[in-house]
């Protein structure tokens, strides 16, 4: 499985802007980027998930690289509620692959100050 | 609230016991998966069911088992337990050909 590389740990201030980087230099085609968090003393939550084309949800956004190399989480507004630990995360799609496993690395720790 | 389940919230057990795991999925989900995430290892995929029959293996021991129920429940079967074996266990649900998988609140097994 291709592998992906986040920096340990992140920090930001209360509603300012949150860029999270992910590198995925072994992506292949048929691979989907997927980001979740994991906020302290919860199971992982899906955050969102692309492909090619950037995405948007009412969580965060999603930017993918043209080369899909890398690709950015955004939370537009950064709040408490929001630290936790997120999960760059790439997951197969082709058919017939058994591949609905997620396999986490350490993620990205963010901290929101107030 | 996911809407995945998993009994019990913690359980303390001691080296060479037996425990069992329970994960109810999300009404409809079909597939089920078990994570285990322990602080050297991180979130590790043990292994997957899809409408009670196995379809996938991670990381999992010979001394874990696993099985999915016609009601889709799940069970995690950890045996011959050793100090190592103490982590949080992740049981996560999802539709077929969706991509987004909900997880449990998980189950903190501490093995003394």
């Known amino acids: 499985d291709a592998k992906t590389t986040q920096p340990n740990s992140m920090e930001s201030n209360e509603e300012e802007p949150v860029h999270l980087p992910c590198n995925h230099s072994?992506?292949?085609?048929?691979?989907?980027i997927h980001w979740y968090r994991q906020l302290p003393s919860q199971g992982p939550e899906y955050v969102i998930h692309?492909?090619?084309s950037n995405v948007n949800n009412r969580m965060a956004s999603l930017a993918i690289a043209e080369d899909r190399k890398s690709s950015t989480l955004i939370l537009h507004r950064a709040t408490l509620r929001d630290a936790a630990v997120y999960y760059c995360i790439l997951r197969d799609s082709k058919r017939g692959s058994t591949l609905g496993r997620l396999y986490f690395g350490r993620g990205t720790q963010l901290t929101v100050w107030p | 609230d996911s809407g995945v389940t998993q009994t019990p919230k913690h359980l303390i057990t001691a080296t060479g016991q037996r425990v069992t795991l329970r994960c109810s999925p999300r009404?409809?989900?079909?597939?089920v998966y078990w994570y285990q995430q322990s602080l050297d290892q991180g979130l590790q995929f043990l292994i997957q069911y899809y409408n009670g029959e196995e379809r996938a293996k991670g990381n999992i021991l010979e001394r874990f088992s696993a099985q999915q129920f016609p009601d889709l429940h799940s069970e995690l079967n950890l045996s011959s337990l050793e100090l190592g074996d103490s982590a949080l266990y992740f049981c996560?649900?999802?539709?077929?050909?969706?991509?987004?998988?909900?997880f449990g609140p998980g189950t903190r097994l501490t093995v003394l």
């Open positions: 692309g492909l090619t």
């Open positions: 009404s409809g989900d079909l597939s």
């Open positions: 072994t992506i292949s085609g048929t691979d989907y």
């Open positions: 996560a649900s999802s539709a077929w050909g969706s991509n987004e998988q909900f």
